[in-house]
């Protein structure tokens, strides 16, 4: 094989490949995933913000002020500081209240998908049976007889 052919032979094995990783790429459902996946770290930043930024200081002004970030269980002795950040710094820490805030931003983020999602099953719903059922082929045939019986064109005898 001279090397023009086996060139030829790369350039056309390349070819298939990049037709084909095309025609994968371009389906309908991974558009639609990456689309979704965009809009879902936009949504998890909302999220995030809501909890942070909204929630958690309701919760703290609820409860006296409370941070739960900043609750953790030394796992040393030689943790003594006050504060998560530092704590780590000084040793091995147990971070519940980390852990805390992180479940809670989880349930939210559950609870704002379900109704979410509910919303748009009901509006899918309500749309469903706005629009009149399509009749099945027995049903048109049916129809149809039933408009020649009226007009008086029965069948010849």
């Known amino acids: ?35 979704g996946v965009i809009i879902g770290a936009a949504f998890g930043g909302i999220v995030t913000s809501l909890v942070g930024d909204v929630i958690m200081p309701i919760i703290g002004a609820l409860t006296g002020g409370l ?18 950040a530092e704590a780590k710094k000084q040793g091995a ?6 852990f805390l805030t992180v479940t809670l931003n989880f349930l ?9 999602i509910r919303s748009l099953n009901r509006l899918k719903q309500k749309a469903e049976e706005a629009k009149p059922p399509t009749p099945t082929r027995q049903e048109e045939l049916l129809t149809e007889i039933r408009d020649l019986l ?3 064109a029965g069948p010849s005898a």
Not at 6 to 30: H, I, T, W
Not at 67 to 84: E, I, Q, R
Not at 93 to 98: E, F, P, S, Y
């Open 150 to 152: 009226k007009k008086g």
């Open 1 to 35: 094989m001279s090397s023009i052919e086996s060139v030829r032979n790369l350039e056309q094995k390349g070819s298939r490949l990049l037709k084909e990783f095309r025609d994968f790429a371009m389906k309908g459902n991974v558009v639609d995933l990456a689309v």
């Open 108 to 116: 939210i983020i559950a609870a704002v998908l379900f109704v979410v």
């Open 67 to 84: 941070d739960f970030s900043n609750y953790f269980t030394p796992l040393s002795k030689a943790v003594t500081a006050n504060t998560l």
């Open 93 to 98: 820490v147990l971070a519940w209240g980390n």
